[in-house]
């Protein structure tokens, strides 16, 4: 049940690979499963339980629901920045293989 949606072109840094291959040779992308699931926790378990936490101690602690609300997504910008400066070691944990198509 694939659709059109599925297949859209993407920008992915490979920077090991064995052979030589040239623009418009088809390929195809490798990424363990174990890799996808450390990218389903940074990407968006940790900011979803580290929004729901901070809202959770923020509204017991202010007791106003809208400052609550705001400082709880407030809380992604820091978050965001801390993996933006991560890049290098994230490019090293999540690694891309190619393989030829045949």
Not at 5 to 16: G, L, M, P, S, V
Not at 29 to 38: D, K, M, P, S, Y
Request: charged share 20%.
């Amino acid at each position: 049940a694939c659709s059109a949606a599925d297949f859209q072109e993407k920008e992915i840094e490979i920077t090991h690979f064995s052979q030589n291959y040239h623009p418009g040779q088809e390929v195809t992308i490798l990424f363990r499963e174990e890799q996808g699931f450390t990218a389903l926790w940074f990407g968006y378990l940790m900011p979803f339980l580290l929004v729901l936490l901070t809202l959770i101690i923020a509204v017991s602690l202010i007791k106003n629901e809208l400052i609550s609300g705001l400082l709880s997504l407030a809380i992604l910008i820091p978050y965001y920045i801390t993996l933006y400066f991560f890049r290098p070691y994230l490019k090293k944990v999540f690694k891309f293989e190619v393989e030829e198509m045949n």
